[in-house]
T-cell receptor
Framework: SQQGEEDPQALSIQEGENATMNCSYK?????LQWYRQNSGRGLVHLIL?????REKHSGRLRVTLDTSKKSSSLLITASRAADTASYFC????????????FGSGTRLLVRP | ETGVTQTPRHLVMGMTNKKSLKCEQH?????MYWYKQSAKKPLELMFV???????ENNSVPSRFSPECPNSSHLFLHLHTLQPEDSALYLC?????????????FGPGTRLTVT
């Protein structure tokens, strides 16, 4: 069953602007991860946030997690054309942390 | 992407063919995964191996047969596939499957069943 759901499905912004993507999920989790996928390629792990963490940073990426609302957001600051990709959130289950369940993704287009 | 490699990158096969997908990880990980990514659908977990032992078979039809001869290699044997099996098949690995870890993906095999 689908766990993570990203919003919006597609996002188009100008280079230099910030991009915010949201993820909602249904059941309790141990961790939530964000991945990036360039067209037709493999996924690249961006950041992992555990259920007892509220915010995490990695370079131009900022992830927040609100377990009370069962939601997470990914912020990419000062976007670049190279950030054009699909972004997926993935959640695990309390009883099986290896079983990642992916959402449908947000397609981000950064216009030069 | 060089940490996990997959071959072939593209594969076209008829419904009566038998073919195999290969995955190799160079990261010293103990867990390996097969995922299926179809158009317009979320990524689906198919199989999980830990130290060459299968720990998960996510209700995958028997026309897909995984094999893990050692912790670095994973195969997916395909036979009598259906056109709806056309998809991007992704292999991934992680340090182990019991703790919370990132998964590292290969570039995928684009499979077309005619």
């Amino acid at each position: 069953s689908q766990q993570g759901e990203e919003d919006p499905q597609a996002l188009s912004i100008q280079e230099g602007e910030n991009a915010t993507m949201n993820c909602s999920y249904k059941t309790s989790i141990n961790n939530l991860q964000w991945y990036r996928q360039n067209s037709g390629r493999g996924l690249v792990h961006l950041i992992l946030i555990r259920s007892n963490e509220r915010e995490k940073h990695s370079g131009r990426l900022r992830v927040t997690l609100d377990t009370s609302k069962k939601s997470s957001s990914l912020l990419i600051t000062a976007s670049r054309a190279a950030d054009t990709a699909s972004y997926f959130c993935a959640t695990d289950r309390m009883d099986s942390s290896y079983k990642l369940i992916f959402g449908s993704g947000t397609r981000l287009l950064v216009r030069p | 992407e060089t940490g996990v490699t997959q071959t072939p990158r593209h594969l076209v096969m008829g419904m009566t063919n038998k073919k195999s997908l290969k995955c190799e990880q160079h990261l010293g990980h103990n867990a390996m995964y097969w995922y299926k990514q179809s158009a317009k659908k979320p990524l689906e977990l198919m199989f999980v191996y830990s130290l060459e032992e299968r720990v998960e078979n996510n209700s995958v039809p028997s026309r897909f047969s995984p094999e893990c001869p050692n912790s670095s290699h994973l195969f997916l044997h395909l036979h009598t596939l259906q056109p709806e099996d056309s998809a991007l098949y992704l292999c991934a690995s992680s340090q182990d499957f019991q703790s919370i870890r990132a998964q590292y993906f290969g570039p995928g095999t684009r499979l077309t069943v005619t």
